[in-house]
T-cell receptor, first 113, second 112 residues
Framework: NAGVTQTPKFRVLKTGQSMTLLCAQD?????MYWYRQDPGMGLRLIHY???????AKGEVPDGYNVSRLKKQNFLLGLESAAPSQTSVYFC????????????FGPGTRLTVT | EDQVTQSPEALRLQEGESSSLNCSYT??????LFWYRQDPGKGPEFLFT???AGEEKEKERLKATLTKKESFLHITAPKPEDSATYLC?????????????FGTGTRLKVLA
């Protein structure tokens, strides 16, 4: 039982390049989330999904897109990376609204130069 | 505006020196308050959920309590391995519009 996994673990991009971060969970959770974590700002929600085929905007969605084609996977895309997107990105999953705790992946450290 | 504030930002304790971390919140429709532990370079790890004022949860040296305005994470006789950042989060809102709000965390360092 791997829980929540994220790939890649580290990535360096040049301004304007694109990339996709992959999140996978094996707990059959309905809800999945993408956060970014920056020093002094805590975790901020980028996008989330309440089920396969659905996505919704969070607190800081600009510059990101997401897709949830399969229940176990949640993809985060950056179409044209900017230095302001340098951050640590975490994926999480949970059961429906709950209140239920979230289970987090190990994170992806992204640097945009 | 819904808000979660944690204090102190950082805390240094000697091994065995008990203390408390605070999480104060102003939200509409609290559904649950969560505590997480985050080690450097890793994702947050769930510790506790508290649902209503007066509730308490314990796990080893940690005890979480909840009032109508704040939560405390009490650490009794801490050990160096308790060093981590402790995050508080609340889930709040009305049916269909739930929000999950994180505080910025307390960085705890326990010295041997």
């Amino acid at each position: 039982n791997a829980g929540v996994t994220q790939t890649p673990k580290f990535r360096v991009l040049k301004t304007g390049q694109s990339m996709t971060l992959l999140c996978a969970q094996d707990m059959n959770h309905e809800y999945m989330y993408w956060y970014r974590q920056d020093p002094g700002m805590g975790l901020r929600l980028i996008h989330y999904s309440v089920g396969e085929g659905t996505t919704a905007k969070g607190e800081v969605p600009d510059g990101y897109n997401v897709s949830r084609l399969k229940k176990q996977n949640f993809l985060l895309g950056l179409e044209s990376a900017a230095p302001s997107q340098t951050s640590v990105y975490f994926c999480a999953s949970s059961y429906p609204p709950g209140p239920y705790e979230q289970y987090f992946g190990p994170g992806t450290r992204l640097t945009v130069t | 505006e819904d808000q979660v504030t944690q204090s102190p930002e950082a805390l240094r304790l000697q091994e065995g020196e008990s203390s408390s971390l605070n999480c104060s919140y102003t939200v509409s429709g609290l559904r649950g308050l969560f505590w997480y532990r985050q080690d450097p370079g890793k994702g947050p790890e769930f510790l506790f959920t508290l649902y209503s004022a007066g509730e308490e949860k314990e796990k080893e040296r940690l005890k979480a309590t909840l009032t109508k305005k704040e939560s405390f994470l009490h650490i009794t006789a801490p050990k160096p391995e308790d060093s981590a950042t402790y995050l508080c989060a609340v889930q709040a809102g009305t049916s269909g519009t739930y929000k999950y709000i994180f505080g910025t965390g307390t960085r705890l360092k326990v010295l041997a």
